[in-house]
């Protein structure tokens, strides 16, 4: 048989496979992989069945985050060439049998909290959208003050996406501008809100204040929950990375 008729073979998943799909899944609130954070308990796979546990920092962690990052997860090792089944489990959670058998059933947010379900996860992934986009802004204007002392801060609403180095802070900032519907274009402005608008010059304080605000509280609300990963789960910290993009 020539190399022209083989059979193709059936293209299997391997561990390595999943756990990489998983790193698009992001936990909403810290906007950071649930890999990196060590959400990710455990990853068995039978030929193209796979099965995947999370965990979580706490058992009263928001349900409508739990589910978010479950179902994020299940859809991500679903995309998988070779893979035919997918189960995906929440661990010690207060709501782990309603989420996960909502998630088994393909019931959806409302369909597996029914009336608790009080925000669609829509609303939910656009809300913590803006904040992750507001926090990456923040840093690629802070790297730029650093790195140009002599820069006003008065300036910083006049900077350009042209301005920002090419680094791994602005690459950040470009993916959370695109997930919130904002320009790419090099000329266009990096202080802006969730519309696009720029403030005015004396605005700019505060508008950076906010931004500020914003991050700390990301990445201190990240800092915290990686510390409780750890002290609810030993040897947990060994599943944890270091942050990637988050400290200019």
Not at 31 to 41: I, N, W
Not at 129 to 152: C, F, Q, V, Y
Request: charged share 25%; proline share 7%; aromatic share 4%.
């Amino acid at each position: 048989m020539s190399a022209l008729t083989q059979v193709p073979t059936t293209w299997v998943p391997t561990e390595a496979d999943v756990r990489r799909a998983l790193d698009a899944v992001l936990d909403p609130e810290l906007d950071e992989p649930v890999t990196d954070l060590g959400f990710v308990r455990s990853v068995e796979l039978d030929g193209g069945r796979v099965e995947v546990h999370l965990r979580l920092p706490t058992s009263f962690c928001s349900p409508n985050f739990a589910y978010l990052m479950a179902s994020d997860s299940k859809d991500a090792v679903t995309a998988l060439p070779g893979v035919t089944h997918v189960v995906v489990e929440l661990d010690d959670h207060h709501d782990s049998a309603i989420i996960n058998a909502g998630l088994a059933a393909d019931a959806g947010y409302r369909g597996t909290f029914r009336h608790e379900a009080e925000q669609d996860l829509d609303e939910l992934r656009t809300t913590f959208r803006r904040k992750a986009h507001t926090a990456a802004m923040e840093r690629a204007l802070t790297a730029l003050l650093r790195a140009r002392p002599g820069l006003p801060e008065s300036e910083l609403g006049q900077i350009r996406l042209w301005d920002l180095p090419d680094d791994a802070t602005t690459a950040a900032l470009r993916r959370r501008r695109a997930a919130v519907g904002l320009p790419d274009d090099a000329d266009a402005l990096v202080l802006v809100d969730h519309d696009g608008v720029g403030p005015t010059p004396d605005q700019v304080p505060l508008a950076l204040r906010r931004a500020r605000s914003t991050r700390i509280s990301i990445e201190g609300n990240a800092h915290f929950c990686r510390g409780l990963l750890r002290t609810r789960y030993p040897g947990s910290e060994n599943d944890q990375s270091p942050t990637k993009e988050h400290t200019p």
